[in-house]
């Protein structure tokens, strides 16, 4: 798992090197816990199958940078927080649940 401020991104193709990812996700973590590293591999695997070349990773481990937790009003970790597309979703937890993943992510709607 990457450690402290770290960006994951998603090749988009070679003509569109340049070009911004679609989705825009911040996990807060605190080290290298196992619950952490559980949430980094549920995000990168949903990610690879459902935003394939179209969604950036950044992990936050708030034991390094404690002060991050503010601006997204982070109050338990692994916390997941969609930025891009609008509006801003929080996801809190391990990302293990499949189907809760999916509707907060706005992925897939509520049966």
Known sequence: ??????????RLGKGNARKPAAWNLR???AG???KSI???A?????CEEHLKG??????VDLRKHPQLARGDQIVAVPTLVRRLPQPVRT?????????RLLVGLDLRKVD
Do not use: C, H, W
């Open 38 to 40: 559980r949430a980094f």
């Open 1 to 10: 798992m990457p450690t402290a401020k770290t960006r994951t991104r998603a």
């Open 91 to 99: 996801i809190i937890g391990d990302l293990s649940d499949r189907v």
């Open 32 to 34: 290298q816990s196992p």
């Open 27 to 29: 996990l807060y973590v």
């Open 42 to 46: 549920n995000l990168k695997v949903l």
């Open 54 to 59: 179209r969604y950036q990773i950044e992990v």
